[in-house]
């Protein structure tokens, strides 16, 4: 599939507020009415808002509080973000972040289901706020929360990745719902993740793999990227047919996620270096994916 449209800007931030508005609505309109819950950060906020309206004797009308309150439960992530991932990647998970909270918090819940059958809300929320979320990521923006947590840590810890994060964040979330909610309450949002997570896979090519070629006459940077990504570098010596001067080849696999931070680190090192990118290549056997 050709991808080269959407690295152009405005496509990209389009496409991020489309994919924001489109997750926004299939919890607002389908999955919060039956008083479901999400996983991960948005799950959270959920709970705090649950836990203000009980403290709290009124709430602001026309606001979702957990569209607030997902918005400031992101500003750590955000730190590290800008302290640790780079200017790139802060700049998309600050729209990501800033374009769900504010369709969360504008998009309004409605008072009563719109399907009348509870599993038809719950695999039409799944399936809208999976594609939603798909097509924000495919653009390359960033919903930060456990996304940022979970990139952080798979680059100092290599066997980690962002798929772990999740499963054991969502998986004491949901032990928690058991605790304060009914069983069909906890099972239906469980439902509705499992879909989720099934329709985003589908619609968000960040699974896409990318081969990177890197041609430079400098030495040392196959180094610097192994130990600021954790990734493996192939390296091997080639020879300008015209000039005769000798290049370093450097030849790595990563996902469409990691293609941002790979060139800064690169342009920084040699901002003469030229690199190709291949998409949609096959990759078997010892690859990490970073989900």
Known sequence: MNTLWLRHRPIQHLM??????????GLNLFVLPLQLYSGGVPGLAQLLELAAETVLPTLPA???????LYFFLNIPPLVLAWRYLGRMFLIKTVEGIAAISFFMALIPVSPVPILEEAIASVLVGGVIAGCGIGVLL?????????????????????????????????????????LLFDISTALYSLIFMVFYSVFL???????????LMIFTKKSGIDWDIMRKT?????EWRGMGAYTGEPTNILVTVINKYEVGTFLEIICALDPAAFFSLDDGVFVAKNYEKRL
């Open 138 to 178: 495919t653009a390359g923006g960033s919903g930060g929360g456990l996304d940022v947590i979970g990139v952080l840590v798979s680059r100092t810890v290599p066997q980690f990745s962002v798929g772990k994060l999740t499963i054991y964040f969502n998986a004491v979330l949901f032990i928690v719902y058991l």
């Open 201 to 211: 896979d589908h619609t968000h090519y960040q699974n896409i793999n990318v081969r």
């Open 62 to 68: 026309g606001i979702n509080l957990y569209g607030v």
């Open 16 to 25: 991020v507020l489309a994919g924001a508005g489109i997750y926004a609505a």
């Open 230 to 234: 954790a990734r493996g570098v192939t």
